[in-house]
């Protein structure tokens, strides 16, 4: 992962509310919108505001069966960002 790639991950990832999205996800293979937003307290538009941010740093992916919207964590990305950041943080 490159240090753009890196850098975009991580702002997505700077807010707490995103951060209780990708903790969310990690508990299940996948889940509805309308299940993480009942779980997390929050109304569908601002998920899914949030969850297109997580969509276009490549945190998660998500697909369409009719009217639901299933997300899941893209684990192999996150795992990435933390190899990478561990990496940088080694060069200090």
Same mark, same amino acid.
């Given at each position: 992962m490159d240090a753009k790639d890196l850098r975009a991950?991580? =702002? $997505?990832m700077a807010d707490v509310a995103r951060l209780r999205i990708l903790?969310?996800?990690a508990g299940y293979r996948e889940i509805? +919108?309308?299940?993480?937003?009942r779980s997390l307290r929050i109304s569908q538009p601002l998920a899914s505001w949030h969850l297109r941010?997580?969509? =276009? $740093?490549?945190?998660i992916?998500?697909?369409?069966?009719?009217r639901q919207v299933f997300c899941s964590l893209n684990r192999s990305? +996150?795992?990435?960002c933390r190899q990478a950041l561990g990496e940088l943080v080694g060069q200090i």
């Open positions: 991950s991580l =702002r $997505a903790q969310q996800l509805t +919108v309308s299940d993480l937003t941010t997580l969509r =276009r $740093a490549g945190l992916t998500t697909h369409r069966n009719g990305r +996150v795992e990435e």
